[in-house]
């Protein structure tokens, strides 16, 4: 047990607002609120009912198709539901005008799904032809494209190359940067850093993230002055970066934190394709309440349905500069053996 686990009553400073409880509770209450109701209002969780939504469901089952193939030994003739699903919805989302490659994507897998059965000697079950018969059909309705769903061979070794870095000092190396220099990152170099970051992985393949891109100047400077982190360094950075989330790509209850989840992760990763890059970024949080957000929501073209993740500025690295030294906790805090409750010899966990 560490001194940290311990309970102590104290009178600890903070900079959050001086009030009794009750009324900070009413407080926080109404920004869960305000976070529910956006939600509830764009995500599919009481119903689908934005295009998005149904794009959203297209890939989820696509990417259910094609994980199910890459697994060692797949189940002939698996998951009759999702199969299914995935063209009825695919039908529907082309009919609708939907993006013709997410459609492309579903069939694709469903292509690759039959004809890893036709490899193996389980009988084709009564619904194959049916489904044969659905795939030939959307294919002669959807454009020709490159693969863009089903599985692909990857070995070893090309991903041993490609990931080879001297050594971990990629990460180490890595600071928040709060003083740029004045040369610009270059629109190329910004999508090259996106198009890297894209490669995050994300709940289903949903892909839920935006970036929208503000120059230095009057647009950065607006939405720097919505966030309250960046005094004395923001107006600096080469751009602002607003990380955002589509809620309609959700369609769960159980998914109603998985936007912070996977922008997040996507940021983390637009970070290191701007390291890789040479370029400096500082992350800037949007840990705000519902006033602050309605306020950037008034400066900048943000839809209702998106959720803003953070603010990242980027700026090309000075010849040399400070940085804070950011202490990290000793590895043992952070590597824990897992423990489990009650565990038997005999029977494991009960
Ligand atoms: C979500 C998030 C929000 C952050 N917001 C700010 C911010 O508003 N201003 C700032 O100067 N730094 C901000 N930071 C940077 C952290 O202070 C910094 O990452 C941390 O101290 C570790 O330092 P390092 O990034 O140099 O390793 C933020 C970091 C994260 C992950």
């Known amino acids: 047990m560490t001194a940290d686990s311990t309970q102590v009553r104290f009178q600890a400073r903070t900079d959050g607002p001086r009030s009794g409880w009750l009324k900070k509770l009413i407080l926080l209450s109404r920004e869960y609120y305000y976070d529910a109701k956006r939600f509830i209002a764009h995500s599919g969780a009481l119903s689908p009912r934005h295009l998005a939504t149904l794009r959203a469901l297209v890939t989820m089952d696509t990417h259910r198709v094609e994980k199910g193939l890459a697994i060692p030994s797949p189940k002939p003739w698996f998951g009759e539901p999702i199969i299914k699903r995935v063209l009825h919805n695919t039908s529907l989302y082309a009919r609708l005008g ?173 970070l290191h394709a701007f390291h890789a890059l040479g370029i400096g970024t500082c992350c800037l949080n949007w840990s705000v309440d519902s006033q602050a957000d309605r306020r950037l929501r008034a400066v900048a073209e943000i839809s209702s349905h998106e959720i803003v993740i953070m603010m990242l500025a980027v700026g090309q690295l000075p010849e040399s500069l400070q940085v804070a030294a950011s202490w990290r906790r000793p590895l043992d805090d952070v590597i824990r053996t897992g423990r489990l409750r009650q565990f038997t010899m005999q029977g494991g966990d009960q």
Request: proline share 4%.
């Open 98 to 270: 939907g993006d013709e490659d997410v459609c492309k994507a579903a069939l694709d897998a469903v292509e690759s799904y039959l004809d890893a059965n036709s490899q193996h000697a389980a009988a084709e079950p009564q619904w194959a032809p049916e489904l044969k018969r659905t795939v030939a059909g959307l294919n002669e309705q959807l454009r020709p494209a490159g693969l863009l769903g089903g599985t692909k061979t990857v070995s070893r070794e090309t991903v041993y190359k490609a990931s080879r870095l001297d050594s971990l000092d990629f990460f180490t190396s890595r600071y928040s940067i709060r003083d740029f220099a004045a040369d610009l990152v270059t629109e190329e170099q910004i999508a090259a850093a996106v198009a890297a970051a894209q490669h995050t992985p994300s709940v289903c393949n949903r892909q839920s993230w935006s970036v929208h891109v503000f120059p230095r100047g009057p647009h950065a400077d607006a939405v720097l002055a919505c966030q309250n982190g960046n005094a004395g360094f923001g107006h600096t950075a080469s751009h602002i970066l607003l990380i955002t989330v589509d809620l309609r790509t959700f369609v769960y209850p159980g998914e109603r934190n998985q936007g912070w989840v996977d922008g997040g992760m996507f940021a983390m990763s637009l």
